[in-house]
């Protein structure tokens, strides 16, 4: 896979992928523009290279058309703020919208293309549309990790047709850091995992148990693979058709040598929100109808046990229901004794990012991952689309 550093971009219209896909409040401001400040490494290579800078991203769900509510303007002015320079705001990605800020562009330049999925081309990976992307680059960059999983016409059929196609600096940084971690990891290999569904793990699961030596699990979906011991969990949330699956992953663990940590007790609730009663009790002792809702002290401990020996860890999935605040004391201190390890610490998902910034250890983590499907999907052992594309584009050379 070709890199940014192994391309000449003097003079060359740069198009750079990258994913801005940032929250905004109600009244249109960015309200964490960390997406932004990852892909500046690249974009600022670019442009100190002499590059005539084409950016382009997806922004919400627009469902194949124009809407103002997902316009990539707040993202403009921020990424100039951010630049030092001015960034012009196409009013399209293609044809006479994006041609009109794009023609006579000089070194040194910045363009916005606006957002990707106003066109239902991109999410169909449509040759036209990536044609019509391409014919705006001299180069192409794939800075985007986070949409690396989606074959989308960006970051997939774009490469048919760009003269050249390479990796951008985030890019490459996530590729390297998970090889780090999963391919030839420093030993012992610990990964947390944790969220709600067992179901949506469990290709990751299965494929860890072909590389780690201790699974911590988490998180509503540790209630299946307690159920499947026997244990009864009240009300608590649980896939009733992930029990086998359950058994058969405790199963592997134990033939295979690999220690298995589960909750030993919860903060338990009579329902879910904020102003319930909440209990800490054994996972045996979960009254009638409540639901576990984080993990408790004891676990906390268990964990952390488990953890201090840890030379290399990767972790996807909050402890429990963290964005609740009588909920996240497991999260918290799961992520406070991750940032304290001696370790390669790895943080993959949108939620489990969430918790750490709001442990306050966002800056003691090794690395934090941008994509949470691409990072589960490298997790599973499943290719990237948009990787094998580079890949592809890299082998048969220019078009």
Not at 106 to 127: F, I, M, S, T, W
Not at 177 to 189: E, I, K, Q
Not at 240 to 255: E, F, I, P
Not at 339 to 347: R, S
Request: aromatic share 6%.
């Amino acid at each position: 896979m070709k890199t940014i550093q192994a391309v000449d971009l003097k003079g060359k219209r740069v198009w750079v992928r990258v994913d801005f896909n940032v929250p905004l409040d109600p009244e249109g401001r960015i309200t964490d523009d960390a997406r932004i400040q990852a892909a500046l490494p690249t974009l600022q290579y670019a442009l100190d290279q002499g590059a005539k800078l084409i950016i382009a991203s997806h922004l919400g769900r627009p469902k194949g058309r124009p809407a103002p509510e997902f316009s990539l303007a707040p993202v403009a002015e921020r990424l100039g703020a951010l630049l030092e320079r001015r960034v012009t705001m196409a009013k399209d990605c293609i044809g006479p919208g994006a041609a009109s800020a794009v023609d006579g562009m000089a070194e040194g330049e910045v363009v916005l293309l606006e957002n990707l999925r106003y066109h239902a081309g991109e999410q169909k990976n449509d040759p036209a549309f990536a044609e019509a992307l391409a014919a705006l680059a001299d180069v192409y960059v794939n800075d985007a990790f986070a949409v690396c999983h989606r074959a989308h016409a960006s970051v997939a059929a774009i490469t048919r047709y760009a003269p050249v196609s390479a990796a951008g600096f985030l890019l490459q940084k996530e590729l390297d850091y998970f090889a780090r971690a999963m391919t030839s990891p420093r030993r012992p290999l610990v990964a947390v995992v944790g969220g709600a569904k067992v179901s949506s793990k469990l290709a990751a699961l299965e494929r860890m148990l072909e590389k780690v030596d201790r699974i911590v699990i988490g998180g509503a979906m540790a209630n299946t693979f307690l159920k499947q011991q026997g244990i009864d969990i009240g009300g608590s949330m649980v896939e009733n058709d992930m029990l086998d699956a359950a058994g058969s992953v405790m199963d592997a663990c134990r033939s295979k040598g690999i220690d298995l940590h589960l909750p030993v007790d919860v903060a338990a609730a009579d329902r879910f929100d904020a102003g319930a009663e909440m209990r800490i009790v054994p996972v045996d002792a979960i009254p009638s109808g409540w639901m576990a809702l984080d993990i408790g002290p004891e676990t906390s401990q268990r964990y952390a046990d488990a953890l201090s020996s840890a030379a290399t860890v990767v972790w996807n999935g909050p402890m429990g229901a963290f964005e609740m605040a009588p909920y996240s004391r497991g999260t918290v201190a799961l992520a406070q004794c991750v940032a304290g390890l001696d370790a390669l610490t790895i943080i993959g998902g949108g939620d489990t990012h969430a918790a750490v910034h709001l442990a306050g250890v966002t800056n003691e983590m090794s690395y934090i991952s941008t994509g949470g499907g691409a990072f589960l999907t490298l997790l599973e052992g499943r290719p990237l689309p948009a990787v094998e594309a580079l890949d592809e584009a890299d082998t048969n050379g220019a078009r």
